[in-house]
């Protein structure tokens, strides 16, 4: 069973940086971010493939959000610029084994068989 445990939440400013990590047990190919807000529902953030060359941004999102991945350590990163007051919500990594046409659904949450178990991005103004 593949465990992915997520990292580097906490209190931001509003126009902070800010870097997620997520360590996985084990080696997982696809990886992606999700955020979700309370009572709504998972938004795709950002996907890598598992050799990190091939990389999805949500376009709302394209610019402020980098995915990055160090296979070497099992971990993904997502580094967050520019946060703002809507950012203050709980991120989520999620993983996926090797299939073909990722591009097509990696911005799907049913698309991933392993999740995190989050963490909380609070940020100040």
């Known amino acids: 069973q593949v465990q992915l445990v997520e990292s580097g939440g906490g209190l931001v400013q509003a126009g902070d940086s800010l870097r997620l990590s997520c360590a996985a047990s084990q080696n997982v190919y696809h990886m992606g971010w999700f955020r979700q807000a309370p009572g709504t529902e998972r938004e795709f953030v950002a996907a890598?493939?598992?050799?990190?060359?091939?990389?999805y941004s949500a376009g709302s999102m394209k610019g402020r959000f980098t995915i990055s991945r160090d296979n070497t350590k099992n971990t993904v990163y997502l580094q967050a610029n520019s946060v703002r007051p809507e950012d203050k919500v709980d991120f989520y990594c999620?993983?996926?084994?090797?299939?073909?046409?990722?591009?097509?659904?990696?911005?799907?949450?049913?698309?991933?068989?392993?999740w995190g178990q989050g963490t909380h991005v609070n940020v100040s103004s």
């Open positions: 999620a993983g996926a084994p090797n299939r073909s046409g990722y591009r097509g659904y990696c911005y799907r949450a049913d698309a991933y068989e392993w």
């Open positions: 890598i493939s598992g050799t990190g060359v091939t990389r």
